[in-house]
């Protein structure tokens, strides 16, 4: 079982807005950099102490595992979403006590995922989340989907896309920039900053446009 021996964060005060439904992706494998997994237990405890739910792939390898293990540590209760193949062949991988939500097909799971989640973070990983931001980013700019997704760059990971981004801006088969729900930050505690300030100010404009009516 993955440790979460990570200082406490002492900058962020007060309550949060109200408890969200914080959907993780991120590495199936652990990767190679060591920094990548103490960002995972970071985010993991952040979500258990500012009393948000973790939703997930369900899996107990990696990041993910990495992830929900610290969440569950801290007191976050867990939606895990997993196929059901996935789930024979994880058997043997220790995933934390959660909610556990059988899909048919990877498409089903990544739906009930989107479907579920109030907000999006993404850590390192590789193919699988890779095409779960990309899903996200592509649903938002298709209005499809309007939900907050923030690529926590620790260590660089995400430069090379945000550098890919901007060439698809220059070449000209983007719109400058990542559209208004996507954030790049350097820590899990901005990420986590700045979708409770997204929730925050969402709730604000809810509650003028009901005052309109
Ligand atoms: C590779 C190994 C196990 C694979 N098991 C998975 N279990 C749960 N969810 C998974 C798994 N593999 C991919 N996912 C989903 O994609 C994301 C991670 O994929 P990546 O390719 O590792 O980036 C993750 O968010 C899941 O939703 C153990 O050897």
Redesign the pocket.
């Known amino acids: 079982m993955p440790t979460d021996e990570v200082p406490a964060d002492e900058t962020f005060r007060g309550p949060a807005p109200r408890p969200l439904t914080i959907c ?6 652990p990767g190679l950099r060591a920094g990548d997994a103490e960002t995972a237990r970071r985010l993991g405890r952040l979500i258990g102490s500012r009393g948000h739910r973790l939703l ?9 595992g990495e992830v929900a293990w610290s969440a569950q540590h801290h007191g976050a209760p867990i939606t ?4 059901t193949f ?2 024979e ?2 058997r043997g ?1 220790a995933a934390p006590p959660q909610d556990t939500v059988l899909t048919t097909t ?1 498409g089903e ?2 739906t009930a ?1 989107l479907t579920r989640a109030d907000a999006f973070v993404a850590l ?9 931001v990309l899903e996200v980013i592509s649903l938002n700019q298709l209005k499809v989907l309007a939900k907050p997704i923030v690529l926590v760059d620790a260590d660089g990971f995400w430069e090379r896309f945000v550098a890919l981004v901007r060439d698809l801006a220059h070449w000209g088969f983007i719109n400058p920039g990542f559209g208004p729900h996507c954030s790049v930050t350097d820590s899990a505690e901005d990420a986590l900053r700045c979708l409770e300030a997204y929730a925050t100010e969402a709730a604000g404009r809810v509650a003028v446009e009901a005052e309109r009516r």
């Open positions: 993780v992706f991120c590495g199936a494998r997930y792939g369900g899996g107990g390898s990696g990041l993910m895990g979403v997993i196929p996935l789930f062949r994880e991988i990877m799971r990544k995922l390192p990983g590789g193919f699988g989340t890779l095409d779960e």
